[in-house]
């Protein structure tokens, strides 16, 4: 069965850090981008990050750009989100998402059932 699972989310302090990890199952991330996705309560959902399928190239949404960091472990199946420096705005439904040979993660094969990430003193 293809899946994707999130795990790493939770409730943070403004300033804290967070990582968020996406593993796959049932199919080899490798061949895929793999974006982050959020979307918080009464919002739109909105991309957050892209780790590219062809070269490897990132990609951030301004909000986050010297904040947030994307990688992949190929041998674990794995995609990774480090949060950092988080703020309260950061507060939302974090989705991981899969594209199949994809350049820029605007449009996912996958998607993840999304895990609750809480930025609040």
């Known amino acids: 069965q293809v899946q994707l699972v999130e795990s790493g989310g939770g409730l943070v302090q403004p300033g804290g850090s967070l990582r968020l990890s996406c593993v796959a199952s049932g199919f080899t991330l490798d061949y895929y981008a793999v974006g982050w996705f959020r979307q918080a309560p009464g919002e739109e959902r909105e991309g957050v990050s892209c780790i590219s399928s062809s070269d490897g190239v990132t990609y951030y949404a301004d909000s986050v750009k010297g904040r947030f960091t994307i990688s992949r472990d190929n041998a674990k199946n794995t995609v990774y989100l480090q949060m950092n420096s988080l703020k309260p705005e950061d507060t939302g439904i974090y989705y991981c998402?899969?594209?199949?040979?994809?350049?820029?993660?605007?449009?996912?094969?996958?998607w993840g059932q999304g895990i609750q990430v809480t930025v609040s003193s």
């Open positions: 998402a899969a594209e199949f040979n994809g350049d820029y993660c605007g449009s996912s094969d996958y």
